[in-house]
């Protein structure tokens, strides 16, 4: 996000091509101009990730069997790591890696 501001490509291209909001980008850039790199650096706390509920798990199944095309995405099929950054940029989850969805979601 920061390399493609730095090229003077508008927040919401940008939003576009990264699967998430204008918001979040907004984000990045603001935190990165005040904090420079180490803005970068995820601030991980460990432990276990958190369980979906039964509702999230078929609200993500559901996307999962559909098409990307459905969802204004240019691809044909889902990729697990796609699906995971499509989730994240939606709001659905706040966190899933495409490990998470090939086990089934915790």
Do not use: C
């Not at 603001?30 to 460990?46: E, M, R």
């Not at 559901?62 to 098409?67: E, F, Q």
């Not at 790591?81 to 979601?105: N, Q």
């Amino acid at each position: 996000m920061v390399l493609l501001s730095a090229q003077r490509i508008p927040v919401a291209k940008i939003a576009q091509v990264t699967f998430t909001s204008e918001d979040r980008v907004r984000d990045v850039i603001h935190n990165f101009n005040a904090d420079g790199f180490t803005s970068l650096y995820p601030k991980y706390a460990g432990g276990r990730p958190r369980k979906f509920t039964v509702a999230e798990r078929r609200e993500i199944k559901k996307i999962a069997k559909s098409r990307p095309s459905e969802h204004g995405l240019p691809l044909s099929t889902w990729s697990l790591s796609k699906l995971a950054e499509f989730l994240v940029a939606e709001g659905m989850v706040d966190d899933i890696s495409h490990e998470g969805l090939r086990v089934g979601a915790p």
